[in-house]
């Protein structure tokens, strides 16, 4: 009987001697892990793989224009413009890049309603998070960087500059946010014209 048991262990052992070298004799689980650790990650909830990017060179409005100079004096044909935006965990980037402007020059500019048209007044009113029931919305509890995306910036010798805006909006998950103004000076932040920036220079439709 001792005998017995003694082979049949022996049995037990050469097995797992043999397995090892295949498995790693029960270490099929760090091989698991390893596996696991090097494939690729999907995004956390509520963040995007890739942001959205639009660009286009100003010209004289047509109707395939993307990119429109409504005032070339101010801004020029052949400038250009990118349009870039992202959103990760509720919030939202948008990035605008100017090429080729009026140099050492204040602009405003915010994300509009429409599409741009054959004149600035076609691309509607600002983009507001919350809507002010009174239009024109010139009222600091709605006409203000937080609920609106005001992209202002000042150009440099070479008439390029880049602006960024910050905020918490749906711009992704609504139809009324469809492009970028560029506007005659920075925006206003007093009661009664919060939000205006003078007459609209050009206009890009943009993908958010």
């Not at 009987?1 to 001697?17: A, D, E, F, N, P």
């Not at 605008?96 to 004149?119: I, S, W």
Request: hydrophobic residues 35%; glycine residues 12%; contains cysteine.
């Amino acid at each position: 009987m001792l005998q017995q048991r003694t082979r049949l262990l022996g049995s037990i052992l050469s097995l797992c001697t043999a397995g090892a070298l295949v498995a790693g004799c029960g270490g099929g689980d760090s091989a698991e892990h390893a596996q696991h650790e090097n494939a690729p990650q999907a995004p956390a909830q509520g963040q995007s793989a890739a942001g959205k990017q639009t660009s286009g060179s100003f010209e004289n409005f047509s109707p395939t224009a993307k990119a429109i100079t409504y005032k070339p004096d101010q801004v020029p044909v052949g400038g250009q413009i990118n349009v870039a935006s992202s959103s990760a965990d509720g919030k939202n980037k948008v990035t605008v890049e100017v090429k080729g402007l009026q140099p050492n020059r204040a602009y405003g500019g915010h994300v509009h309603v429409k599409p741009c048209g054959a004149t600035g007044e076609d691309a509607g009113s600002h983009y507001q998070e919350k809507a002010d029931p009174v239009k024109p919305s010139v009222d600091p509890a709605f006409a203000n960087p937080q609920n609106e995306v005001w992209l202002d910036f000042h150009t440099d010798a070479q008439g390029n500059a880049s602006t960024t805006a910050e905020g918490t909006w749906a711009l992704a998950t609504r139809e009324d946010a469809q492009s970028v103004v560029i506007h005659e000076t920075h925006t206003h932040t007093e009661a009664g014209k919060a939000g205006t920036a003078g007459g609209r220079l050009a206009c890009i439709t943009a993908d958010f």
